[in-house]
Structure formats: structure tokens, C-alpha cells
């Protein structure tokens, strides 16, 4: 694959573009792979890109029932931190931020990464103490945060309003490092970089089966044929429950509808991601100017890929009140995926009940910000059988009650 530079630019617009290679190929699936991945979203080209980067594996296949990154991985808001209260979490997190830092580089493709600054808003004094708390927690783990006060909010996001009608702004945690990436750069630059590695990405194939022999995987059935495997990731975000069922067994999950939306485009207003998790809002500005805005998940389980229309009110309402300036904007557009949510609101990276088989899923509202870390660890995990980064995200820890409890650090839809 030739690489992407600036002088690679130059060359191509002396040529009418007519040099450019295509990024990524589409090959027809062979009989069977040493490893075969469910779901071509940001974590399971992660995990491909990790099994051939550091443990030399490339008979490798993804399998997308759609199209790649078209599932939660081009549907979210893109907010990257890694301020969770817990070790385990915080590990995981961190390690995928951190990544994010030269994720360009190490592709060879500019995912945009942009650590314009994450801030968490105090808006109860309940809330101060658990963000006082978290920013010791951090300072402990290695991640870079601090809780800021009302003025340095305001310095920092001159559009807010401090002392809103029902909940003022008492403070806030804040990442400096925090930020976002562009989603649909971050599935193609792992995609590229897979085929670079003669990794097969099939798009248009559903797995409908999953098959075994005396207690371990062999294959999978899809809707290109049967494909034989090794080694199965299931990687499928919302539709993971649906999967494990193929497989012969049940997950803790539950599938839910997210939403975001975008505002007409204006003028740069915000240089920060702001998230004001009490009234349940959180919004950035895109490079297009638009305001790119997410509230909660819908309370019902289902798989429509739409959200229910009161939480757009809801999301609005909330953010008006916070930022007043915002209520003559025009909203755009609107959209939702499916989200799979565990009862701790950690994800769940694990060996599962068939040999052979391995799962990477539960990242409910929160998961771009950790496809780096996560592929990094589910590639150690299926390459090894054990990673430290992943160890404690077992299934086990719902039968033994090791529960990794993010339900506050999680807790505002992003
Ligand atoms: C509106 C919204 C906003 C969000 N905002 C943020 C945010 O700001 N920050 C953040 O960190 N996270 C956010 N998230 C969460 C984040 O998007 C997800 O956690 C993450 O993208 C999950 O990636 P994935 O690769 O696991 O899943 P996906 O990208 O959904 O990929 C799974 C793939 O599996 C495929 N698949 C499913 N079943 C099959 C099958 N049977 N056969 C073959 N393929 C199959 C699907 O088509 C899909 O492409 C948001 C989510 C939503 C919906």
C-alpha cells in the first residue's frame, strides 16, 4: 500500500488523482481463516489490527453484515476520555487515549484526533464530591485531571451560563487531553491498514450460525456460505445478544437505542466537549461548525436504530438551559444506534462458554473512545488467552459478583 503524505498529495494533483489505490480491497471469502471476526466496527477492526501488529496473525477475516463502520462506530458523538473512577477501567481507557495520540501516525491516515479538552459539569454538590473523587482516583491512576471551578469554566466556555435556572455550575472535571476523532476516519484507517496486512474485510456477509465441534468453535454460517475458523471474535456492538445466542449462550446486555443530532453550522463558538450529565446533555462543535449534541438512551429495549422522539426535546431543553444562546439554532438532523448496555455499565471483553469463542462487547454509550485499548487487549486476549488490560471485563465477574461499577463515570450517555 503506498503511503498517505503530503508530498503524496502533490504527486496526485499533478495527475488528475488518477494514482490513488483503493483503500481497502473486497475479496471473496475463502474456506475457512485462523481467525475470524464478527463485525467490522471501530472495535473489531481494532482487535484485527492488533492480532497482526503484535502477535504476526493475518489469516484473518472480518465479517460486516453491512457496511464497515457503519454501526455504532459512524453514529456517535466521538467524545474521547478515559476519567472512569475505577483501576481496571481507567487502564483500558487510558491506554486507548493514549494510543489515540499518534493514531495517525501509526495508520498512516489522519482519524483527526483532536484533544481539544473534555469537561464533566458539577452541577449538585453530590456531584462535586463524586468528581472530587474521581479526579484523586485519577491522579492516583496516571490520568490527567483536576476539578476546575466555576470561573475557570466560564474562561474555558465563555457561552455558558453559571447560574442556571435550576442547577447552577458549581465546577467541573476536567481532561485536558480529552477530545474527539473523526469516527469514520478512525474504521477506515484500521480497515486500510488491515488489508495492508492481506486481512480479508467482507462486507455484505451476515453470520446467520455459528458452529462447533465437541464444545469448540469451528465456523460460522453467513449469507456468503459457511467460512471454518480457529478462533471467533464476536465484535457485533447491539446485536451481540443475537450473536451469543447463535453460539449457544446468553449474555448480561441489553440493547438500546442512543441518539444524537447536529445543529445548523455557525461560527466556532466552543473549543471544548462539554458534558452536563445532571440535566443529561453534552455537546461539541465539529470542524463544520455544526453543534454536535447526544442525550440519553431510549428506556426500552429494541433494535430500530432510532431513538424516540421526546429525548430530542428532552436533550434540548436541557442544553438551552445551560446554554441560553443556543434556542435559536435550527437542529439538522437526527440519529440513533443500538447500544449494549451491562448492569455495571463496564464492557465486556472475555473467553465465553465455547472454547474458541471470545467476546468484545458491552460498551453501551461510551465505547469509541476505547477502540484502540480495547482492540489492543481483545487481540492479546484471543492471541494469548489472557490480557491484563482485559482481565478484569470477564464474564466471570456476573457470576462472582466482581462487578466493575461505572455507573457515575458512565452514567450521562456519550
Ligand atoms: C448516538 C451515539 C452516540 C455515541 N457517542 C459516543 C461518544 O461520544 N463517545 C464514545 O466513546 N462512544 C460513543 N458511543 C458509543 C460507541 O459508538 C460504541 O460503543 C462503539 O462505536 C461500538 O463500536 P463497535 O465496533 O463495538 O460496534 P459497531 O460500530 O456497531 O460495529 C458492530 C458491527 O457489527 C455488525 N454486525 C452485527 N451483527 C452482525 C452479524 N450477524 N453479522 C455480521 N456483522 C454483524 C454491525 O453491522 C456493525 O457494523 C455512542 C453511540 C451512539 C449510538
Known amino acids: 500500500m503506498k503511503r498517505y503524505s503530503a508530498f503524496a498529495i502533490v504527486r496526485e494533483a499533478a495527475r488528475h488523482h488518477l494514482g490513488w489505490q483503493r483503500a481497502w480491497t473486497s475479496p471473496e471469502p475463502r474456506a475457512s481463516y485462523d481467525v475470524v471476526i464478527v463485525g467490522a466496527g471501530g472495535h473489531g477492526l481494532a482487535t484485527a489490527y492488533y492480532l497482526g501488529k503484535n502477535f504476526g496473525i493475518t489469516n484473518v477475516a472480518i465479517l460486516e453484515k453491512g457496511w464497515l463502520g457503519g454501526g455504532n462506530t459512524g453514529r456517535n458523538t466521538t467524545i474521547i476520555r478515559s476519567n472512569y473512577l475505577q483501576d481496571p477501567s481507567a487502564a483500558i481507557y487510558e491506554k486507548a487515549r493514549s494510543l489515540y495520540e499518534t493514531l495517525s501516525q501509526d495508520l498512516n491516515y489522519n482519524v483527526m484526533f483532536s484533544p481539544r479538552g473534555v469537561m464533566m459539569l458539577a452541577q449538585t454538590h453530590h456531584e462535586v464530591r463524586g468528581y472530587e473523587r474521581t479526579a484523586h482516583a485519577n491522579a492516583l491512576q496516571g490520568v490527567e485531571t483536576e476539578f476546575i471551578s466555576p470561573s475557570r469554566v466560564k474562561e474555558l466556555v465563555p457561552i455558558i451560563r453559571l447560574d442556571g435556572p435550576r442547577y447552577p455550575v458549581l465546577g467541573a472535571l476536567w481532561q485536558p487531553r480529552g477530545g474527539t476523532a473523526r469516527h469514520d476516519a478512525v474504521a477506515?484507517?484500521?480497515?486500510?491498514?488491515?488489508?495492508?496486512?492481506?486481512?480479508?474485510?467482507?462486507?455484505?456477509?451476515?453470520?446467520?450460525?455459528?458452529?462447533?465441534?465437541?464444545?469448540?468453535?469451528?465456523?460460522?454460517?453467513?449469507?456468503?456460505?459457511?467460512?471454518?475458523?480457529?478462533?471467533?471474535?464476536?465484535?457485533?456492538?447491539?446485536?451481540?445478544?443475537?450473536?451469543?445466542?447463535?453460539?449457544?449462550?446468553?449474555?448480561?446486555?441489553?440493547?438500546?437505542?442512543?441518539?444524537?443530532?447536529?445543529?445548523?453550522?455557525?461560527?466556532?463558538?466552543?473549543?471544548?466537549?462539554?458534558?452536563?450529565?445532571?440535566?443529561?446533555?453534552?455537546?461539541?462543535?465539529?470542524?463544520?461548525?455544526?453543534?454536535?449534541?447526544?442525550?440519553?438512551a431510549d428506556g426500552f429495549n429494541n433494535y430500530t436504530q432510532r431513538g424516540s422522539f421526546h429525548h430530542i426535546e428532552e436533550t434540548v431543553r436541557a442544553l438551552v438551559e445551560t446554554f441560553p444562546m443556543l434556542s435559536r439554532l435550527k437542529m439538522l438532523r437526527q440519529w440513533g444506534g443500538i447500544v449494549d448496555m451491562t448492569g455495571d455499565r463496564s464492557p465486556i471483553l472475555s473467553k465465553t462458554p465455547l472454547d474458541g469463542c471470545f467476546v468484545n462487547c458491552g460498551w453501551g454509550t461510551g465505547g469509541f473512545k476505547a477502540i484502540p485499548g480495547s482492540g489492543w487487549g481483545m487481540a492479546e486476549l484471543m492471541a494469548k488467552g489472557h490480557s491484563p488490560l482485559t482481565e478484569a471485563f470477564s464474564l466471570a465477574r456476573f457470576r462472582e459478583g466482581r462487578f466493575v461499577d461505572e455507573s457515575v463515570a458512565a452514567g450521562v450517555a456519550h
Open 188 to 296: 477506515w484507517g484500521y480497515a486500510r491498514a488491515c488489508s495492508d496486512m492481506g486481512m480479508h474485510i467482507i462486507q455484505q456477509c451476515e453470520v446467520t450460525g455459528i458452529r462447533s465441534e465437541a464444545g469448540r468453535v469451528s465456523g460460522v454460517e453467513t449469507s456468503k456460505g459457511a467460512i471454518g475458523c480457529n478462533r471467533l471474535g464476536l465484535v457485533a456492538s447491539g446485536h451481540s445478544g443475537v450473536l451469543a445466542e447463535m453460539a449457544g449462550f446468553r449474555l448480561p446486555l441489553e440493547s438500546v437505542a442512543l441518539q444524537a443530532l447536529v445543529s445548523e453550522p455557525i461560527k466556532p463558538i466552543m473549543d471544548v466537549v462539554v458534558m452536563a450529565n445532571t440535566v443529561h446533555g453534552y455537546m461539541s462543535q465539529s470542524d463544520k461548525g455544526e453543534m454536535v449534541i447526544g442525550g440519553g
